[in-house]
């Protein structure tokens, strides 16, 4: 598929682009892995009926294609991200964080990749940015694995592609290698004017130093770090929420939490961050990236989690 995508990225218009490479993952939607899983997780979570349940996993499976058909007309020069419409909803409270030239720590979750580019536009982030991750998959054993590479391993050579076009200065600090990761973080934060990007809702070891069970999303129960709370806490900087997705006319869209400016409890900082993040998976399930599980439903009309 990479093969077909990336040429077409090239030649093709993007609206035909994104319905190819939809097409493409339909075998996919149709095995019983992923495909099967996906389809039960989805009528299970979101009580639709088999269409409907079919066709929101048949998305979320293509999700991670469509990024890589955008990241490649991005780094071959077809789309200039830097024109990209940007929205931004509830931002007064992070307009004066740029305003001020102040440190600070996003706290977003794994949703679409291509919305997360835009993060480095200087009209969303002011000074430094640094986007704290993990490595990509080298190799693809499962079919989630090559999901990820596909989509994960693009995005961190895009989006510092974006970053060059945009003339932000940019970093990558990659959290498998501990508390060097930590001390690098520390220092970063403790200059002016560095923006941290933290997906907080990335999988943790249970029972591990630093590491809580909550329920998240359509799991009974799942291991988080307490690290961006602990981060903000020792770095005396302010720590924000953040979920972006693109429309289908290509706007992205950042609705912005009110800034903590100062933690206290770590866990309990943690659910608050957290809980926005699994609100926006009920709300946008197809454009997140981790698995979702079976065992909760979401009640659309309560917006939350049951």
Known sequence: MKGILAPAAYVLPESWGLHLAKLLVLPLALLPNPGGQAYRSMKRLFGGGRYRSFRMAWSWIADPFLDFFV???????RDDVTKWKIVQRNAEGVARLREAGQSFIIATGHFQRTAH????????????????????????????????????????????????????????????????????????????????????????????????????????????????????????????????????????????????????NEIDTMNHLIDVVEKAVGERPIHYVLDLGQERQWDPHLRRWQ
């Open 117 to 264: 580019l835009a993060v480095v536009s200087p009209d969303v982030t002011h000074g430094t940015f640094i986007q704290s991750t993990l490595t990509a998959p080298q190799r693809a054993v499962r079919p989630l694995d090559y999901r990820m590479q596909i989509q994960f391993g693009t995005m961190l050579k895009v989006i510092t592609f974006a970053s060059s076009k945009w003339k932000r200065p940019f970093e990558l600090v990659y959290t498998n290698a501990g508390s060097s990761a930590a001390r690098q973080l520390l220092d970063r934060l403790g200059k002016p004017g560095s923006v941290v990007s933290i997906s907080v809702d990335a999988p943790w070891p249970r029972g591990v130093s630093g590491s809580f069970s909550r329920p998240f999303a359509g799991m009974r129960e799942r291991s988080f770090s307490t690290g961006a709370a602990r981060l903000a806490k020792l770095c005396k900087c302010p720590i924000v929420t953040c979920v972006c997705w693109r429309e289908d006319d290509g706007t992205v869209v950042f609705e912005w939490g009110t800034p903590i400016m100062s933690v206290g």
């Open 71 to 77: 990241f490649q007309r991005v780094l071959n020069g």
